[in-house]
């Protein structure tokens, strides 16, 4: 999450993305560490020659990448990616998030990508899951969640994206505050602040069902017909 302090500050680059390789005894000579270290780093825009430098020496988004190279250095097939741009600015993000969406493409790599950020998830997700307090509520493909979210939560996380043809358009607000995860409220935890709540729903969980049009949703209001189908436009 944060490229500032991932990365040993002691250590060069060379230490730093070939830890993996020499931990896991994949290549154990020094001169093959440093090829195999130079070519990682040009998959992810960076030179050979900075293998000998500082963590210091680079911008966020060029310490980012290094995070990367080294996680690529076992050539893994899944990778999870938590927040990865969080701490960059967005043209920063942009440069980091079309590297990664390159190496999936040339390397069949999976991401398991966690964020807050809709616009990145938009850009680098083929399937999204949603969760409130640290349960999936709704998973669908892309293009679906996007253009027909079923969950009231999702529903409000894209109405709250700022949109430019919706200047002036009357906005509902959300009732009540986000729960203690620790003590979350009996039944669907979202029905203190959701507009379609009832009584089943303030005491039985819902499960994660298939709504017949290829979203998994965990809704009673949805599982009973009482929640109409909602596009978002755009």
Request: glycine share 8%; aromatic share 6%; charged share 25%.
């Amino acid at each position: 999450q944060d490229p500032y302090a991932s990365l040993n500050p002691r250590w060069l680059v060379r230490d730093i993305v070939g830890e993996p390789l020499r931990e896991h005894g994949i290549l154990k000579t020094k001169a093959e560490l440093s090829e195999r270290v130079g070519q990682l780093l040009q998959s992810v825009g960076l030179s050979p020659l900075d293998m000998a430098k500082y963590p210091h020496q680079f911008s966020g988004g060029q310490r980012q990448r290094i995070s990367i190279a080294r996680a690529l250095a076992t050539e893994p097939e899944f990778l999870v990616c938590d927040e990865p741009t969080s701490a960059l600015d967005v043209s920063v993000q942009a440069q980091v998030l079309n590297i990664m969406k390159d190496l999936q493409r040339k390397q069949g790599l999976t991401y398991l990508f966690i964020s807050h950020n809709l616009a990145v998830v938009r850009h680098v997700s083929d399937q999204v899951g949603v969760m409130y307090l640290g349960r999936l509520v709704e998973l669908a493909d892309k293009p679906r969640l996007f253009a027909q979210p079923r969950h009231p939560y999702t529903r409000m996380l894209l109405d709250a994206i700022p949109k430019m043809h919706d200047t002036g358009r009357a906005r509902t607000p959300v009732q009540g505050e986000v729960p203690n995860p620790l003590n979350p409220p009996s039944g669907c935890a979202f029905n203190p602040r959701c507009p379609f709540a009832n009584d089943r729903c303030r005491v039985e969980r819902p499960q994660l069902l298939d709504d017949g049009l290829g979203t998994r949703v965990a809704c009673h209001g949805v599982e009973e017909g009482r929640i109409p189908l909602s596009v978002v436009p755009g």
